[in-house]
């Protein structure tokens, strides 16, 4: 079983930056896919962004070039800088990995609120 901790929620003002990080437990599997799912009040959750293991990134069209994705291999991290915040991207953000195998697992969440 595969459990992920994320940290680096808050609240922030609009403009600021953020940096979220998801931590899996398990050193027993080899993650393709790792990311960052949001989901904001009334709303479907979305993809943000995710990042296979040869380092092939995808982005929704809006957060490119205000958000990276990037990961930690050897200490199954990933991580999600979020620059020039803007108030459409409070929700809760939802870590994303993905085995080798297929299996499918997801953090608890963690808020992200940016208001003035």
């Known amino acids: 079983q595969v459990q992920l901790v994320e940290s680096g929620g808050g609240l922030v003002q609009p403009g600021e930056s953020l940096r979220l990080s998801c931590v899996a437990s398990?050193?027993?599997?080899?993650?393709?896919?790792m990311g960052w799912y949001r989901q904001a009040p009334g709303k479907q959750r979305e993809l943000v962004a995710t990042?296979?293991?040869?380092?092939?990134?995808n982005y929704a069209d809006s957060v490119k070039g205000r958000f990276t994705v990037s990961r930690d291999n050897a200490r199954y991290i990933v991580y999600l800088q979020m620059n020039s915040l803007k108030p459409e991207d409070t929700a809760v953000y939802y870590c994303?990995?993905?085995?080798?195998?297929?299996?499918?697992?997801w953090g608890q969440g963690t808020q992200v609120t940016v208001s003035s």
């Open positions: 994303y990995v993905k085995s080798a195998a297929g299996g499918e697992y």
């Open positions: 398990t050193s027993r599997y080899w993650f393709g896919a």
């Open positions: 990042a296979t293991s040869t380092g092939s990134t």
